[in-house]
Each structure stands twice: as C-alpha cells, then as structure tokens.
C-alpha cells in the first residue's frame, strides 16, 4: 500500500502532468472568453448560447474541431487528476498544506472534472442544451424528499461561492497564487484582468444561484436556466443590456486571466 500511495504521489508531483494540467486552465480560459463573446453578442441583439455548452459547440464547429476538443478535454481531465493528488496527497511546499487549500483543490478537481465530461459529451455527439439539462436536473430534485431544501442549499451555495469570488476580486488575494511579473505594465495587466474577471464571474455566480433559488422557492424549474439564462435574465433588467455587456467584458477579463494564470501558477 506504501509503495502505491509513493507511485501515486510520485505520479501527481511529476513535471509532465503539471503542465498537461496547467493547459486545463488556458482551456477553461478560453471557453471564458467565448462564453464573453456570446455574451456580449446577446447583449447586441444577436443569437448564441452563452454557457459552457455554447462555448463547446462553437469549438466543435471549426474545422479542426475534434482535435480541438480531445486536446481539451486531456488538458482539463490532467488538471482534475492534479488536484484531486493535491487534495489527496498534498503539495510540495508544506506550507500549503492547509485544510482550505486542500478543500479548494477538491472543489476544482469537481469542476474540472465536469468540465471535462461536458467536452467528452461534445465528442461523443450527446452535447445537449444546458439551459435544458438544468430544469431536468431541477425537476428532479423537486420531485425528492426534501428536493426544495436541497435546491435552495445549492442556490444559496452557488450565490456564496459568487460572493467569494467577488471578493477575491475587490482584495486582490488571488495574487498570491501568481508569479507576478517585475514589469510594471505586464504586472498591472495580471492584476487587471484578475480584478475584473473575478468580479464578473462572481456576479454571474450570484445570478445563477438566484434563479435556482426563485426556481425552487416558486416550484417553476423553468426559471433554473443557468448562466445561460441568468445572462438573458440580466439583459431583460432596465439597463439590463449595458449590465449584460459590461458583465461579458468581464467573463473575456476572466477568461485572460485564467490564461495567466496557466503560465505563472505558483507551485
């Protein structure tokens, strides 16, 4: 057992699987910047589904389509398998070797686990709308013993996790996981999109939970759309397509920093 655990650690801890991994983030990247996109072409009047999902089809449209998503599904399934042996086995540096910081790697080892499986979904021709597969998921949750608890659990949960990363944002803590550069304007361009990006992505957090909640607090599984329909949610506000543009800009700032972050991750 001592010597698989050894292998397994050996494993997680090598070079080539760190960046392998650390592609998985220029690739969650990407898809940030085309949900931004999207987003922002919602915001001009113009089509698009502004979520994962979306961002995914529109990789399997080019022409080298396949390649592309088998490139990122290998890249974000080697950063699941990373922080899961974070979160397992630790880090190299002791002093990383907090509850919280192995938590957070669990949390991103699901997400890009999920990530992942989205991808693969697209390769093997079963990619589906999120907009629709989250009712699905909402409907049968209701339709469970205590289905509306757990729903608003799972909202107020989302809206929390979209506070912190505001948060992340507005102190600049997500700095600290980054080799800064020495020079001034590439230093401020990290910092910048950091800025942006996490607060962004924190107010689209807010609204996806929101809508899981109204959904589960009106019984209406209709109303959980995802990020997708929390976007055109936005846009219906007064004001609301100035917001939703302003909140793409952001989703594109996030997605350039998770970009950064995938060549100057400290670790």
Same mark, same amino acid.
């Given at each position: 057992?001592?010597?698989?655990? *050894?292998?397994?650690? *050996?494993?997680?801890?090598?070079?080539?699987?760190?960046?392998?991994?650390?592609?998985?983030?220029?690739?969650?990247?990407?898809?940030?910047? /085309?949900?931004?996109?999207?987003?922002?072409?919602?915001?001009?009047?113009?089509? =698009?589904?502004? *979520? !994962?999902?979306? #961002?995914?089809?529109? +990789?399997? #449209?080019? @022409? !080298?389509? @396949?390649?592309?998503?088998?490139?990122?599904?290998?890249?974000?399934?080697?950063?699941?398998?990373?922080?899961?042996?974070?979160?397992?086995?630790?880090?190299?540096?002791?002093?990383?070797?907090? /509850?919280?910081?192995? &938590?957070?790697?669990?949390? $991103?080892?699901? %997400?890009?686990?999920?990530?992942?499986?989205?991808? &693969?979904?697209?390769?093997?021709?079963?990619?589906?709308?999120?907009?629709?597969?989250?009712?699905?998921?909402?409907?049968? /949750? /209701?339709?469970? @013993?205590?289905?509306? %608890?757990?729903?608003?659990?799972?909202?107020?949960?989302?809206?929390?996790?979209?506070? %912190?990363?505001?948060?992340?944002?507005?102190?600049?803590?997500?700095?600290?996981?980054?080799?800064?550069?020495?020079?001034? @304007?590439?230093?401020?361009?990290?910092?910048?999109?950091?800025?942006?990006?996490?607060?962004?992505?924190?107010?689209?957090?807010?609204?996806?939970?929101?809508? %899981?909640?109204?959904?589960? !607090?009106?019984?209406?599984?209709?109303?959980?759309?995802?990020? *997708?329909?929390?976007?055109?949610? &936005?846009?219906? $506000?007064?004001?609301?397509?100035? +917001?939703?543009? #302003?909140?793409?800009? =952001?989703?594109?700032?996030?997605?350039?920093?998770?970009?950064?972050?995938?060549?100057?991750?400290?670790?």
């Amino acid at each position: 057992m001592k010597k698989a655990a *050894d292998v397994a650690e *050996d494993a997680s801890n090598s070079r080539a699987l760190e960046l392998v991994a650390r592609a998985g983030y220029a690739v969650s990247g990407l898809l940030h910047i /085309l949900i931004g996109v999207i987003a922002f072409q919602l915001a001009l009047g113009r089509g =698009g589904e502004a *979520d !994962v999902s979306g #961002a995914v089809a529109q +990789l399997a #449209a080019q @022409p !080298v389509g @396949p390649i592309l998503l088998w490139a990122c599904f290998c890249a974000c399934a080697a950063l699941a398998l990373w922080q899961l042996g974070n979160a397992i086995l630790g880090y190299r540096k002791e002093s990383d070797n907090k /509850l919280s910081k192995r &938590l957070s790697a669990v949390a $991103q080892a699901i %997400v890009f686990a999920g990530l992942a499986a989205t991808i &693969l979904s697209f390769i093997q021709g079963k990619g589906q709308n999120s907009r629709e597969s989250a009712s699905d998921v909402t409907v049968a /949750l /209701l339709k469970a @013993p205590f289905g509306i %608890v757990l729903l608003i659990a799972i909202g107020a949960g989302i809206m929390i996790t979209g506070v %912190v990363f505001a948060v992340r944002g507005f102190m600049r803590t997500f700095e600290k996981d980054l080799a800064l550069s020495f020079k001034e @304007p590439v230093r401020k361009f990290q910092s910048g999109v950091g800025i942006v990006g996490y607060i962004a992505k924190g107010i689209a957090l807010l609204l996806v939970g929101l809508l %899981v909640i109204i959904a589960a !607090v009106s019984a209406q599984p209709a109303q959980s759309t995802g990020l *997708d329909g929390s976007l055109r949610a &936005l846009s219906e $506000q007064p004001y609301g397509l100035y +917001l939703l543009a #302003a909140v793409a800009v =952001g989703l594109i700032a996030y997605g350039l920093f998770l970009m950064v972050k995938a060549k100057t991750l400290r670790t």
